[in-house]
Every structure is written in C-alpha cells, then in structure tokens.
C-alpha cells in the first residue's frame, strides 16, 4: 500500500511545486548534467568507435561504427542517470521516510516542466500580443530550433502553438508517465532519452548515423504517452468550451502528418481544437524542410492562440495528475487489499 500511496503523493507534491516554483534559472538544473555527459560522451565514444578522426576502424563501415557509438552512448548516459538518481533515493532513504519522499519529490519535480512551457510560451505571447515581430521571434527562439527570422507574426504564433502541443508529451505526461510506473529515477531516465533525441537526434550529416539509435529509443518511450497526451487534450477541449468534436476529427485524420510517429498526435489535436492549421514548411540553419500541414485552416492564426493552446495543455496535465491518482487508488482498494487480506 505504501508504493502505491507513494508514488500517488510523489506525483501530486511534485506537479503542485512546479506550479508554484516553476523552473528557477538560478538553480542548476539536472538535465543540464546529463547535456554534459551526452557532450562529453560522444568524443569519447566517437574517438572509441571511430577513431580520432571519425575514420572507420579498418573493415567497419563509418556508419556502423557511428551507429555504434552513439547506441554506447546512449546505454551509457541511460545507466549514469538511472543509477545517479536512484543512488540519491536510497541514501536519502537512510535517514527516514521523509527525507526520502523529499528527495524522490524533488527529482519528479525536475522530471516534469509545465510551469516553464507556460512561462516561456507567454514570453512569445506578450510579444506577438503587443505587435512586436522582432521580440517575438526572439522569444520563439528560446523553445524551437527551427529559423525564426523569416517568419511572419502568424507563423511565430503557429510555431509556439506546435511546441506547446508537442512538448505536452514529450516534457509533461511522458515523465509523469514514467514516474508513475517505475518512480522518479525512471522518470528521470526518460529526460535523459528525451534529452539526448534533442541534442543527437538530428538527420544531418554529423549525427544521421551517431543519433539514429537516441532518435528511435525516443520514439519507443513517447510511443504511449503520446497517444494519452492527444486524447487527454481532446478531452480538455471539451471542457474548456473548445471545438472538441474537430479535434476528434483532426486527430484522426492527422496524427501521423510528421516524420515522427508521435510528434503529430498532439499537434493535430490542437490544430482542431483551435481551427487553426498547423505544420508546414519550415526552415532549419537555413535549410528548407517541407512537413505536410496538419489541421484546417477554418481561421488564421492569432496571438490569443499561444494562451489557448497553453491553457490546454495545462487542463490536459492535470487530467492526467487525476487519473494517475484515481488509478493508484483503484489498484490500492481492489487489488492490494485483496491480496494482502
């Protein structure tokens, strides 16, 4: 019973701290850690794998040596992170209970980011609100790795919405996924996945091969939380007064319009929810990439939208909260109790 009511309190406590504290830029924050390791580990896997001059061990295809490498660096940067985290729960575990919830409280409270998308998605909006193109694609830059400077003031108001949408899986129910079925060091292990997909994961020349192993083990652990995230929005839709009936629809329809098999699912949920087209062409270091579109365009874009869009991502979090909590407490009444009777 003890497990169960754990991870329930861990889960609440940690998601309520992040929602008052947020993301303390003075702090120093784990995933910055792990930045490092994934930095320094992939010379020295590389220099392992390839050489010292990336030139391929003799016999051994450059792309397989960097292929394996970067799954070296992965596993490697999978099991510092895991073990890191899960070393600090025991040894706080040996001064009692509650240092040891602390602990486990505040790595869940890193694991999980809502408060920091809000806040940064709100940076975009004061600007694109006040007219202000050049702020506004100053404050885009801050959260999407795409080119900001040929954008117009409607396709910077579409780019936030994408990423508020998007990084509802990836940075908010995928952890909290994960922390409620292995605890804040499996949660964290996910950041650590998630984080090295961002820095490595790219079909470049420099990390098609390197990062192709971090790419596909990203899209293996968002798989499922994903599909939770799009169908807690259209959930959240309908009862923030939204067109959830096209969310429905666009989902349906649109869930598979990006080259990653989870990115589009929460993307098209707001697209409908809004009735605002989504997706498009983009450009990265100066580089057109051409993306299918995702939603219909039934109105343009607005500024307003960046809010809306964060307001459902919001709802959809504390759904989620509510169900893991329901869930913990149906499996402590009807399976736990049962069997230790």
Not at 297 to 307: G, M, N, Q, S
Not at 311 to 335: E, P, Q, T
Request: aromatic share 10%; net charge positive; proline share 4%.
């Amino acid at each position: 019973m003890f497990l169960i009511d754990g991870i329930q309190a861990i889960i609440i406590s940690a998601f309520m701290l992040d929602a008052a504290a947020g993301d303390p830029s003075w702090f120093p924050h784990p995933v910055r850690g792990i930045g490092f390791l994934i930095e320094k580990g992939e010379k020295i896997f590389r220099r392992i794998f390839c050489g010292k001059t990336d030139s391929p061990k003799p016999g051994v295809p450059l792309r397989y040596s960097e292929r394996a490498a970067g799954a070296a660096l992965v596993l490697s940067v999978c099991a510092v992170t895991f073990l890191f985290f899960k070393a600090v729960i025991i040894a706080a575990s040996r001064f009692g209970l509650l240092p040891c919830f602390l602990a486990s409280v505040i790595i869940a409270y890193f694991a999980i980011s809502p408060r920091c998308l809000w806040n940064e998605a709100m940076k975009v909006y004061r600007k694109a609100g006040a007219n202000d193109i050049e702020g506004a694609r100053r404050a885009l830059s801050m959260i999407v790795g795409r080119d900001t400077k040929p954008l117009s003031m409607e396709q910077v108001t579409k780019a936030a919405v994408e990423t508020v949408a998007e990084s509802l899986a990836d940075g908010v129910i995928a952890p909290l996924f994960y922390l409620a079925i292995g605890g804040p060091a499996l949660a964290m292990l996910y950041k650590a996945v998630n984080t090295m997909d961002s820095m490595i994961g790219y079909k470049n020349e420099r990390y098609i091969n390197f990062g192709a192993f971090a790419a596909r083990l990203d899209d293996v652990m968002g798989w499922i939380p994903a599909r939770i995230a799009a169908r807690l929005l259209i959930f959240t839709a309908a009862i923030l007064k939204f067109d959830a009936k096209n969310a429905q629809k666009i989902y349906k329809r649109d869930k598979f319009n990006h080259a990653s098999p989870n990115s589009a699912h929460c993307e098209a949920a707001v697209a409908g929810a809004l009735d605002i087209q989504l997706g498009g062409n983009a450009y990265y270091e100066g580089k057109l990439e051409q993306k299918p579109v995702i939603g219909d365009a039934l109105r343009p874009a607005e500024a307003l939208d960046i809010v809306r869009s964060a307001r459902l991502m919001y709802g959809a979090a504390i759904f989620f909260v509510i169900l893991v909590s329901a869930v913990c407490a149906v499996i402590d009444i009807f399976v736990l109790d049962i069997l230790w009777k």
